[in-house]
């Protein structure tokens, strides 16, 4: 098994993920690669310091050519040298038995993700359970190394927070890939702070969502116009009241919510007729 990190400037919080890696339970050979993806801050000498006394071999590869995480993930699968790989991020603290469960698990799957719990001071069984509803879990997910080649990898073609993985499970479905879900690959994860990264993200995730359905316009073809978005902000205010009128409150999380995701929509389509997203870039154009 290798393990990939992908990274970029995580030297607050990485050595918390090592030191978790470090004590996994499983006896079999396997390896850590950080691919660093342009860090500037001291992330790499964070890793090398660790390096000689780590229980297995850790390096660093160097996947700042293209920004972003897509780009990180697929150069560090490449310069591994297992025929299986997990993929964690740097921020977050893997379960003891992560690596025994991922390994466990593709004996039978071919993709992999695992359970998902916020980090925190009660951070455990109890611990809230985020939504799998996505088929791949780009923080705690596992791969047969062939297959992952095969299907052609992350699209470093998609924007930033560019829904990777979920781009990457609807061409692994396509090539009829056996995907499933591991309760027992456990990782802890670091949620975003701040109101004003949160709702970044979600923006930003919500216009790297438009590049998808265009990606697979069969797949989406009902949503590849404006009227889609724009007409279900139209709605809400109206779903809004019905809810109020039926005693289920007003949650304004959640309204804020669907108001970025709607309007993220609406600018990712808005930039495609512009012509502002590349086209595809998989791993196999860049082993050529």
């Known amino acids: 098994m290798s393990v990939v990190i992908p990274v970029r400037n995580g030297a607050d919080w990485i050595d918390e993920q090592l030191t978790a890696l470090a004590a996994q339970d499983f006896d079999g050979t396997w390896e850590v690669v950080i691919a660093d993806n342009g860090s500037t801050d001291d992330t790499r000498e964070r890793v090398g310091a660790r390096a000689d006394a780590f229980p297995v071999r850790l390096r660093v590869v160097d996947a700042g050519r293209r920004p972003g995480i897509s780009h990180a993930r697929n150069t560090g699968l490449l310069a591994s040298t297992a025929p299986?790989?997990?993929?964690?991020?740097?921020?977050?603290?893997?379960?003891?038995?992560?690596?025994?469960?991922?390994?466990?698990?593709?004996?039978?799957?071919?993709?992999?993700?695992?359970?998902?719990?916020?980090?925190?001071?009660?951070?455990?069984?109890?611990?809230?359970?985020l939504d799998l509803a996505r088929a791949v879990v780009?923080?705690?997910?596992?791969?047969?190394?062939?297959?992952?080649?095969?299907?052609g990898g992350m699209d470093e073609?998609?924007?930033?927070?560019?829904?990777?993985?979920?781009?990457?499970?609807?061409?692994?479905?396509?090539?009829?890939?056996?995907?499933?879900?591991?309760?027992?690959?456990?990782?802890?994860?670091?949620?975003t702070e701040g109101f004003t990264h949160v709702v970044t993200k979600i923006y930003r995730s919500a216009t790297a969502e438009a590049v998808v359905w265009q990606r697979h316009p069969t797949r989406f073809a009902d949503r590849l116009r404006l009227r889609y978005p724009v007409g279900g902000l139209l709605r809400l205010p109206a779903l809004w009241l019905a809810d109020v009128r039926a005693g289920r409150g007003f949650d304004r999380r959640a309204a804020a919510r669907r108001v970025v995701t709607l309007v993220g929509n609406i600018a990712g389509l808005v930039l495609l007729r512009r012509g502002a997203y590349a086209e595809p870039v998989l791993i196999r154009e860049q082993r050529a």
């Open 157 to 191: 073609g998609l924007p930033p927070y560019g829904c990777e993985e979920f781009e990457l499970a609807i061409r692994a479905e396509a090539a009829h890939v056996r995907i499933g879900v591991d309760e027992t690959m456990v990782m802890f994860h670091r949620p």
């Open 138 to 151: 780009g923080c705690n997910f596992a791969v047969r190394r062939a297959t992952y080649l095969e299907i």
């Open 84 to 129: 299986l790989v997990a993929f964690c991020d740097a921020d977050d603290r893997a379960d003891s038995r992560w690596l025994s469960a991922a390994v466990g698990a593709l004996a039978d799957l071919e993709v992999v993700s695992g359970e998902t719990r916020l980090l925190g001071e009660r951070a455990g069984p109890e611990a809230e359970v």
